[in-house]
């Protein structure tokens, strides 16, 4: 009679050599996506602001009047224009490091870059040294007139005014970037999945959406507190209060021009996830700026990654 028990054990092996490969591949892809999370946040461990600190008082005197007299009141980045460049550098991570994994990850050709808030141009500069054409959107006048002065003449590189929550460009971009916790500045969030619904019309089918949040928590702890900011061309405080029951946060930029105010919402994982539901995005990874960059972990900060379906 033949003896059948070999063809069994054979098939028991192959299934368990297939189960292993794909262990092997999942282990793989973990391991690369984890790297790249910790070199996208690096950046941050390697330049720290030393020029930051936190007090219950006001410590810079050259501000006292300005913050005692209450004025004069200055539109958002108004007085923090001139000094953004060097606290923002000291505080960005590597965007484009991320977004070439992704690409290389998602097996997509990135050519269209829309940095969404975009500021001075710090991350549009870089974007446009690797991609054939960047966009920057931004609603301070004073922050794109810096940006426009940085990248003159740089081929490849444009800017627009516009709200991010209401733009309307009539294109679609391959990657679409709202970095430096500018989505906190919505309203509400019904704002949030309006304004989803407002990047993916302007993603094309595969696209990417990367951008970083402010949490509750870093509200919540740091409610009632003056952050003390010096760079080499003025010192500057931001004093914020938070209303847990409002969801809400008011912050006051005290610099030696005037007092900008800013409100903001905190935009949790849940949150994200519903308003990408509603728009047709799916969230692909949500880590914060940890020693051990986390899948899922929130923590003072999130960043995110999302992608609109291939047709």
Same mark, same amino acid.
């Given at each position: ?122 991350? +549009?500069?870089? #974007?446009? !040294?690797? $991609?054939?054409?960047? &966009?920057?959107?931004?609603? /301070?006048?004073?922050? *794109? ?20 929550? +209401?733009?309307? #460009?009539? !294109?679609? $971009?391959?990657?679409? &970037?709202?970095?430096?916790? /500018?989505?906190?500045? *919505? ?125």
């Amino acid at each position: 009679m033949a003896d059948r028990s070999w063809p069994a054990a054979g098939v028991k092996i192959y299934r368990l050599s297939r189960i292993g490969a794909t262990m092997l591949g999942y282990l793989r892809r973990a391991w690369t996506t984890w790297h790249a999370k910790s070199d996208f946040i690096a950046s941050i461990r390697r330049n720290p602001s030393h020029t930051l600190f936190y007090a219950a008082e006001l410590q810079f005197p050259e501000l006292q009047e300005v913050w005692e007299t209450g004025g004069p009141e200055l539109q958002p980045y108004e007085g923090l224009a001139s000094a953004w460049d060097e606290y923002g550098s000291c505080n960005q991570p590597d965007y484009l490091g991320l977004i070439k994994f992704l690409s290389d990850r998602h097996s997509i050709e990135l050519r269209s870059v829309l940095d969404l808030a975009c500021g001075t141009g710090l991350l +549009t500069a870089r #974007l446009v !040294r690797s $991609f054939n054409e960047v &966009v920057g959107l931004d609603a /301070s006048p004073r922050m *794109l007139e810096v940006a426009r002065a940085r990248l003159d003449g740089c081929k490849g590189a444009s800017f627009v005014f516009g709200d991010f929550r +209401t733009f309307s #460009l009539g !294109r679609q $971009f391959d990657v679409i &970037v709202c970095t430096f916790n /500018s989505l906190n500045y *919505l309203g509400d969030l019904n704002e949030l999945s309006g304004t989803f619904a407002v990047v993916a019309k302007h993603l094309t089918p595969g696209g990417i959406f990367v951008f970083d949040v402010t949490t509750e928590r870093s509200m919540r702890e740091r409610s009632g507190l003056y952050a003390h900011v010096t760079t080499n061309a003025f010192r500057f405080a931001l004093y914020s209060n938070y209303d847990r029951k409002q969801r809400k946060q008011i912050s006051r930029a005290i610099t030696p021009t005037g007092i900008e105010l800013h409100r903001r919402i905190p935009i949790s994982l849940q949150d994200v996830k519903t308003a990408a539901r509603e728009s047709g995005l799916r969230v692909e990874e949500c880590f914060s700026p940890s020693l051990i960059p986390v899948r899922w972990l929130e923590g003072y900060a999130s960043f995110f990654v999302l992608t609109k379906a291939p047709d």
